[in-house]
């Protein structure tokens, strides 16, 4: 009898267990298996590290941001303040959740399995923050802080890990989901209340932020050389340029979108 090898047993198995979706049993199978994806980060000489920081600004009138109706649901009705929308959020010419991360020019990573989890809240019927960033193969720890049902749906964006569907109960456990696929802007929504919306950022490296209220980011102990830097907004797209780090340098990149 003629055997089979190895791993075309293996692929025949996956295929029966993922039904007629084999191509996410695909995608999270390279993952696994990439070493680039799955190595530490290469230690960086304090020596030699720099810093790069920067502002992200936003050129002309910034759209009004718009109140959103909650009544359909009592709990979120009661929350206090105001619901606006979080789309476009502009202070003093300043943007605030940006992605910036280093792109190309450094190793790819995997968060160290001592690496905190970063916590995506559901707090007055808002996803608080609205946008987040880890590193690949870091987790994300979902909490419910409301008094209503939610629910978290990552739709997967090119190359990202497969979608996924949590519902939460009123105050709720926490639930946590590990990332292994580097991705921009996964958006997230909640099925239950449809006006929620935020964004999750895997970066394929330790090098990377989310701008703050007045439009700023650092990126610390990153070796010297030349590097592409990205910034990337839900709405208002990606912009890219290449700066070059000397050793014990601090270094300002800064990036400009316009309202589209």
């Known amino acids: 009898m003629t055997h089979r090898p190895q791993a075309a047993v293996l692929l025949a198995i996956a295929v029966l267990l993922t039904g007629?979706?084999?191509?996410?049993?695909?995608?999270?199978?390279?993952?696994?298996?990439?070493?680039?994806?799955?190595?530490?980060?290469?230690?960086?000489d304090p020596a030699t590290a720099a810093t790069l920081h920067g502002t992200?600004?936003?050129?002309?009138?910034?759209?009004?941001?718009?109140?959103?109706?909650?009544?359909?649901?009592?709990?979120?009705?009661?929350a206090p303040g105001t619901n606006l929308t979080e789309q476009i959020l502009v202070a003093h010419g300043h943007l605030a959740n940006v992605y910036v991360y280093i792109k190309s020019g450094a190793p790819?990573?995997?968060?160290?399995?001592?690496?905190?989890?970063?916590?995506?809240?559901?707090?007055g019927c808002r996803y608080l923050p609205h946008v987040i960033a880890l590193q690949q193969g870091g987790t994300v720890e979902f909490h419910n802080s409301d008094?209503?049902?939610?629910?978290i749906h990552m739709t997967p964006t090119v190359g990202s890990d497969p979608a996924v569907d949590i519902?939460?109960?009123?105050?709720?456990?926490?639930?946590?989901?590990?990332?292994?696929?580097?991705?921009?802007?996964i958006p997230v929504r909640c099925n239950n209340h449809p006006w929620m919306s935020a964004f999750i950022n895997v970066a394929p490296n330790p090098w990377f932020a989310v701008t703050s209220a007045d439009g700023t980011f650092t990126l610390p102990n990153l070796p010297p050389g030349t590097y592409t830097v990205a910034?990337?907004?839900?709405?208002l797209g990606e912009q890219d340029i290449q700066v070059t780090v000397p050793a014990k340098s601090n270094i300002q990149a800064n990036f400009t979108f316009a309202n589209k």
């Open 167 to 185: 519902s939460q109960g009123p105050m709720g456990a926490a639930q946590t989901h590990t990332f292994t696929a580097p991705a921009a802007m």
């Open 20 to 44: 007629c979706k084999p191509d996410k049993a695909v995608k999270t199978a390279a993952n696994i298996d990439n070493p680039a994806a799955t190595s530490a980060a290469p230690a960086v």
């Open 108 to 123: 790819t990573s995997s968060a160290p399995a001592s690496t905190a989890p970063v916590v995506l809240d559901q707090k």
């Open 231 to 235: 910034a990337v907004h839900e709405k």
């Open 56 to 78: 992200v600004s936003f050129s002309g009138t910034a759209p009004a941001r718009i109140p959103i109706d909650m009544s359909m649901d009592p709990a979120c009705a009661l």
């Open 147 to 151: 008094p209503t049902m939610h629910n």
